[in-house]
């Protein structure tokens, strides 16, 4: 499991037990590429995303996990105060438009 939180310098990442930082061996790459060689590409990967982290900080997790080449990962909005989440879903990329179809 995953956690994306928010904070007041940014979103703070954190894989199983393990925070995420900027150093060779605690980088996020780093740490999902760990992921990967334990379970393989298809290991499931629960995200839990704060409601207040922007989609950038997600879009950019998604993207380093697509590195990884972790291929089961789920992402869930969660909202404390409420105590509910709702899956967040991505859908194939499409040209900007108005009218999408």
Not at 23 to 42: C, E, F, I, P, R
């Amino acid at each position: 499991m995953a956690h994306i939180d928010r904070t007041s310098s940014g979103a703070a990442i954190k894989v199983g037990s393990k925070r995420v930082g900027l150093s060779a061996t605690n980088n996020l790459l780093y740490v999902l590429n760990q992921v990967h060689d334990k379970g393989g590409s298809s290991t499931p990967l629960v995200v839990l995303v704060d409601a207040h982290v922007s989609f950038a900080d997600v879009w950019n997790f998604d993207g380093v996990a697509g590195k990884a080449q972790l291929s089961n990962v789920r992402y869930f909005v969660f909202n404390p105060e409420s105590k509910f989440m709702t899956e967040l879903k991505w859908g194939p990329t499409q040209p900007f438009s108005a009218n999408p179809k």
